[in-house]
């Protein structure tokens, strides 16, 4: 299960990626799928992993990691416009790196002991989430002036190391503490929160201004859906 898993949420990245390279979705539709997916990703990491972390260890653990995740995030996308400008898709892929590094530890350790559809919930969020991201991202990049190839490749790194930090997560984190475990979970869900105010909604906006709340709201419903799956 866990190789299924961490196979279609990473591949979820370059099929993506392909996508933005070599695919065109109208920009209005491309912004609906964008603020559809930045609700469902909103909402779950709210209830799958900061609940979770203030549940099972402390309110205090869980504001260390939101604020860690929210800070390192936005210092890092700082330094990723100021070097590759704000429009490069630096910054997308900054977002899914550094909140996707921590959130698939969190998958891999979810996955143990985990049900079929609560792993189907968890991951069906995550997936939700990279296409459309990798999609803009890629495509930015590529009309940045760099080759096809070399996006393609970067993405395909990107995803090999989430894949990785989802094993690692599932081998090496199935002993940690509770409170330890409340900081990666929610170092992750600061990451997201701070990469979809600042990289995904304003997009979609842009994009698709008049439906883009109606969606945001549709992705909300979806996550509420995939949680009510997942029990």
């Given amino acids: 299960m866990l190789f299924a898993v961490v196979l279609v949420v990473s591949g979820a990245l370059v099929a ?21 997916a930045g609700g469902a990703l909103l909402l779950s990491v709210t209830t799958e992993l900061i609940q979770p972390s203030i549940d099972k260890s402390s309110v205090f653990h869980a504001m260390l990691g939101v604020a ?41 350790v979810a996955l143990i002991g985990a049900g079929g559809l609560e792993v189907a919930a968890l ?12 999609a803009g ?5 590529a ?14 790194g990107t995803a090999g190391l989430l894949s990785a930090a989802a094993i690692a997560g599932n081998l ?29 909604f304003p997009k979609a906006y842009r994009d698709d201004h008049y439906l883009s709340g109606i969606a945001t709201a549709l992705g909300v419903i979806l996550a509420f859906v995939l949680g009510d799956l997942g029990g």
């Fill in 143 to 156: 009309s940045g002036g760099r080759s096809k190839a070399q996006v393609m490749l970067l993405w395909a």
């Fill in 16 to 36: 993506g990626a392909a996508w933005g390279i070599y695919g065109r979705l109208p920009d209005r539709l491309e912004g609906f799928l964008v603020a559809l």
């Fill in 137 to 141: 991202g890629a495509r930015s990049m």
């Fill in 68 to 108: 860690a995740g929210a800070i390192v995030f936005c210092g890092l996308d700082y330094l990723i416009d100021e070097k590759w400008g704000s429009n490069s898709g630096g910054g997308l892929l900054a977002a899914i790196t550094l909140d996707g590094i921590p959130e698939n530890l969190a998958l891999g």
């Fill in 172 to 200: 090496l984190l199935a002993g940690v503490g509770e409170g330890t475990l409340a900081i990666i979970r929610c170092f992750a869900a600061g990451a997201v929160v701070a990469s979809l105010a600042t990289e995904v």
């Fill in 123 to 134: 991951a069906g969020s995550i997936l939700l989430s990279n296409l459309p991201e990798a």
